[in-house]
Nanobody
Framework: QVQLVESGGALVQPGGSLRLSCAAT????????????MYWYRQSPGKERELVAC???????NYADSVLGRFRISRDNVKRTLYLQMNMLKPEDTAVYYC???????????????WGQGTQVTVSS
């Protein structure tokens, strides 16, 4: 198991940019961050949780159609940190953003095994 800690959420104007970070901390002995696919989800009030982006251990990525071309997911395995660069932000991007650790090295439909506490992103003028 591992503790995931997100940061970087803020209030930003439409058209602006933010970079979210998710650091893997307090992990059990033998945990290797680079071995796992990682995910970014988001949830707005009254809406279901939405998968935003995912990144396999091998560098393969998937994005929700709503963020394709605007968001980029990346990772630094030495720092055990996952990132989400968000550009051209829109009011509809407003949500709590969560990072999550996959159960395998590949991107799958399985529920992630570990979740962060979330970071609030608000896009408003």
């Amino acid at each position: 198991q591992v503790q995931l800690v997100e940061s970087g959420g803020a209030l930003v104007q439409p058209g602006g940019s933010l970079r979210l970070s998710c650091a893997a901390t307090k992990f059990t002995s033998g945990f290797t961050f680079s071995n796992y696919a990682m995910y970014w989800y988001r949830q707005s009030p009254g809406k279901e949780r939405e998968l935003v982006a995912c990144l396999s251990a091998f560098g393969h990525t998937n994005y929700a159609d709503s963020v394709l071309g605007r968001f980029r997911i990346s990772r630094d395995n030495v720092k055990r940190t996952l990132y989400l660069q968000m550009n051209m932000l829109k009011p509809e991007d407003t949500a709590v953003y969560y990072c999550a650790k996959g159960v395998t090295s590949l991107i799958t439909d399985q529920q992630p095994s570990d979740w962060g506490q979330g970071t609030q992103v608000t896009v408003s003028s």
